[in-house]
């Protein structure tokens, strides 16, 4: 048995970003037969709200997992400066809840820069093998525009942190795309590990009753998006494409979600831009039904010359069998994998007027929605298996642990 040391800032029960594969990976490994020890933040995302009563150092026992929860702020606006302040608060009340726990190995979760820094001094500074799982690079998010208020000297200066973080440490890639710059920072061994799909089971009830449920006509052509509604997915684009398919009477958007881009849909649903229903984030065991609902779905991303990861929604998006329409650089994870895939369309990002013709390209033709959406469920299920995901990741971190430093 190893003892692994995890720290990241998002953890169950959060539904959505790197949440759900922390838990799952850390579950795996006790499941396995290891002690683990997961140091990680209140869910708050993706509502960017969470209750100020829970504001204190807490350890519970979940699935065979040592949780040990550290009170950190949460900004109302998730733009650099309030995420400056999470990071440093959730990095702060870290490092006494990372100094009292030994182990074997400790495994650091970026893109959260302050569970990697911790991560890093608790390994090193006890000379440990240090691992990262990199689902997300920030100085990429910020460089890009990915993080609203991120100047240029705020996104040079996070990325000098991320590499001082990479350096030396044994690092897991969910995306082809993080590669390149992490052998640059002086990654010891990389790993390539795709995500597995969060949507295995088959949708809990008819397809009328679901969109009955949620407010959707019975006949509507269903434009489906299902996951954060955050900034760096380019929901200006949808509402732009949405205005120039209001002619097209049966088209409705459903979107289901939420985040800080919600108030700016609800807005453009209420004045006629977009003909369209906005509903809160569903039940994880609801949201096969909910993709079960739309004919096509949407992954809107704004332009970037690094992909940020793969978005999980796009693994779920595939595993449910309805096509995609992907609004993304040529250069980035998302369109590389609906290409791959055959799952789907893709479209230049900022540009409604092809998003929309996609739409109703589809729209017209339903034998190749069929064909789409089958090759993205055989994909998925192939290529983002959770078995294999888990045991990957289970050989990697006892690998790890393996380790001695020199």
């Not at 040990?68 to 490092?95: F, I, M, N, Q, W």
């Not at 350096?167 to 993080?178: D, E, I, K, L, Q």
């Not at 994880?284 to 332009?303: I, K």
């Amino acid at each position: 048995m190893a003892r692994f040391l995890v720290t990241g800032l998002h953890y169950a029960p959060e539904p959505l970003g790197n949440a759900p594969y922390t838990t799952a990976y850390a579950e795996a490994l006790a499941a396995a037969g290891h002690r683990v020890d997961v140091v990680t933040g209140y869910p708050h995302y993706p509502e960017w709200t969470s209750d100020r009563r829970e504001w204190r150092w807490r350890t519970e026992l979940v699935n065979g997992v040592r949780v040990h929860r550290v009170p950190h702020l949460v900004p109302s606006t998730p733009d650099a400066k309030g995420r400056l302040l999470l990071e440093a608060s959730y990095g702060l009340a870290t490092l006494p809840e990372v100094a009292r726990r030994s182990a074997d190995a400790v495994i650091g979760v970026i893109p959260t820069l302050s569970g990697g820094l911790a991560a890093r001094l608790a390994g090193f500074g006890r000379r440990k093998p240090v691992g990262l799982l990199v689902q997300d690079l920030v100085s990429a998010a910020a460089a890009h525009g990915g993080v609203p208020g991120a100047s240029p000297r705020i996104a040079s200066a996070v990325g000098a942190v991320e590499r001082r973080i990479v350096r030396g440490a044994h690092v897991v890639v969910v995306a082809r795309g993080f590669e390149e710059p992490v052998v640059a920072a002086g990654a010891r061994s990389v790993t390539y590990a795709p995500n597995f799909t969060t949507l295995a089971a088959a949708p809990t009830r008819p397809r009328e009753e679901t969109r009955a449920r949620l407010g959707v006509a019975p006949d509507a052509f269903v434009v489906g998006y299902s996951g954060n509604l955050g900034f760096k997915q380019d929901f200006d684009t949808v509402i732009a494409a949405a205005t120039l398919l209001r002619d097209e009477p049966d088209v409705c958007f459903l979107v289901v979600g939420e985040g800080s881009q919600r108030e700016r849909l609800a807005t453009a649903i209420a004045d006629g831009r977009m003909r369209g229903v906005l509903q809160p984030l569903q039940p994880s065991e609801e949201v096969p039904a909910v993709l079960d609902a739309a004919d096509v779905l949407l992954a809107p991303q704004r332009p970037t010359d690094i992909d940020m990861s793969i978005p999980s929604k796009l693994t779920a998006y595939f595993a449910s069998g309805r096509p995609v329409v992907a609004a993304a650089s040529p250069a980035s994870e998302t369109a590389a994998q609906v290409t791959t895939s055959c799952g789907g369309l893709v479209v230049p990002p900022e540009d409604p007027q092809a998003l929309a013709e996609a739409i109703r390209s589809l729209r017209a033709q339903e034998p190749l929605r069929e064909a789409l959406g089958a090759a993205g469920r055989a994909y998925a299920l192939d290529v983002f298996d959770r078995g294999r995901a888990e045991a990957r990741f289970v050989a990697w971190a006892e690998d790890l642990a393996a380790r001695r430093l020199g």
